[in-house]
């Protein structure tokens, strides 16, 4: 199996469970419709039925209506790039908590745990924490920021407008009272595919307003406040806080436009940014206009009539050639990543260019540094002979470099990590599953554990962090280097 494949496996063990893992392994090698699955994976037809419904539920698989003849068949096919963007959820909460408050991230946490959910689930699960104006202010605010969207009904598969919110989902939240201190709180939502995340089946006997509108989370209007926030974070380490906050004022003119993120944003002018930036003066705001577009990383760009602009196509170059970059820095020296950066930039370079430019102290000590990127795939040679028999003496050897070769080999091999760092991580949730039950459990008046259990406890729950970080560190890496660019989609 592929990185990609291995890894969503992975993922979908970890979030669904061995039944969903298997319908979803048969998707992978191919589509297929019902009967084709239960004889693949040798389940129960409840059991794919059921793990079909938690995928379908949660946007990982799409249902396709075939006719043959007089008959309709339905197609089950698996989206791989949804399931990929299960490792990306911390990551989105962090961002959602940074941005719009602990509110908002558990509101999105809520929907992500569910797949998709009516506002008035959402509020039965959070009505103990706020008040149904402050949340229908904050979940208003998702949905206008386009972060959390409408899911298309089946009589309506595309809707006019999947960021209007009914007056009946209103009415939803504010016709529910709070639950009193000691009453039941109706069903447990539950993630395992039996439960089906337990969304559709409410609607059956459910006399609540907003039955039948279903929200969801825009995983790709995620990915684009990701990338904003690696802009303006990149824009604050080049220059400074004031660069950051006008760049950030731009990102957000831009920020509901999909259309407008895929090449360049709108033209911002210093009277279009006054407003958006407090306390910089229309002079020093000026100054900032002429100096950003002369900036190297080439991220704003000038328009006409002293306008500056955002060049999203700049950017994922530039993240995926900063990735490369930093991945040659740490798999062999410094001196290799300037060599590479140099070659990348200048196109073909003889070996004494490639000395001289770079300011390498030998010959010798460039020849190898050449050598050894070319056998990672790096860069390559191309011989020019000047004469007609060839000889290496009377040729001209030129090194360029291969960009476009390292970020499939080093996306390759990030994939690859993912997928063992969730095996290691499953492999010690079943040795230790039990130490890691008692310690979570156990309390300091009743801690009858020894002190060897007592250190390897520690010791796993650290491993285990070490590993949910390093997953969470190569996400990010898959984001600079693909999720970036929409245009591929």
Known sequence: ATPELRLCLALVKRQFGDATERVCGALLSSKAALTPLVRATKLKTNQVQQSLVALLQHGLVHMIHQTVGDQTAIIYDVDVLAILRLARIPRLLSLVADVHGPLAERIIESILLHGRLRISRVWNQLRNETSAEEFLAKFEALVHGHLVERCPTPSDTDLADKYYIPTQCAQGVRGKRKRTEGEPSGKRARTDAGAADGAAAD???????????????????????LRNQWIITLVRNKIDETAADIVSAMLADCALDAKAQTGRSPPSTVLGLRAKVPGVSEELLRSYIRVLPQDSAGVVVAEEGG?????????VKLARQLAIEQYVNDRFTPSHARLFRLINAKGHLEREQVTRMAMVATFKETKIMLNQLFRAGLVTVQEIPKAVDRTPSRCHFLWAATPERAID??????????????????????????LLVRSQHVTDEEDYRSNAEKLLAVKVAGGLDKIERAVLQMDGLVLRLRDFDETAK
């Open 409 to 434: 080999d080093l996306l390759r091999t990030t994939l690859t990590s993912m997928a063992n760092m969730y095996s290691r991580h499953s492999l010690e949730h079943t040795t230790h599953g039990r």
């Open 307 to 315: 306008a500056i602009a955002i060049d999203f196509a700049c950017v």
């Open 203 to 225: 609607d059956a006997g459910d006399e609540d307003p907003d039955a039948g509108i279903y929200w969801r989370v825009n995983m790709m209007q995620a990915n684009r406040l």
